[in-house]
């Protein structure tokens, strides 16, 4: 079983930052790939950033310079470092973790069926 838990929203204004974080509890020690998505009330979720168990990265066009994902592998914790928000940025933000080398098993694209287990969310909220 795996459960993963976020914390670190909030609200904040415009050219805020914030630095979300995902502990992922699994009794099972294989590697993963994990990712930030997001989702506003009535629009579908969206990918924000993802890292792989090898190390690498992709991001969504529109958080690109601005927000930074990260793990620690040790603490089996994800992070989301999210600079100079935007209003459009206000969504609720889930952690998500899929199968190890997900980015090259699908070439380099990562959507949400993707992944098998999801956070609850944590709430983003920036006010301009």
């Known amino acids: 079983q795996v459960q993963l838990v976020e914390s670190g929203g909030g609200s904040v204004q415009a050219g805020g930052s914030l630095r979300l974080s995902c502990v992922v509890s699994t009794s099972a020690r294989s590697a993963y790939c994990a990712a930030w998505f997001r989702q506003v009330p009535g629009k579908e979720r969206e990918g924000v950033a993802v890292i792989d168990s090898d190390g690498s990265t992709r991001y969504a066009d529109s958080v690109k310079g601005r927000f930074t994902i990260s793990r620690d592998n040790a603490k089996n914790t994800l992070y989301l470092q999210l600079n100079s928000l935007k209003s459009e940025d206000t969504a609720m933000y889930y952690c998500?973790?899929?199968?190890?080398?997900?980015?090259?098993?699908?070439?380099?694209?990562?959507?949400?069926?993707?992944?098998?287990?999801w956070g609850q969310g944590t709430q983003v909220t920036v006010s301009s």
């Open positions: 998500a973790t899929g199968p190890s080398l997900l980015l090259r098993r699908y070439g380099g694209s990562w959507l949400a069926p993707h992944f098998y287990y």
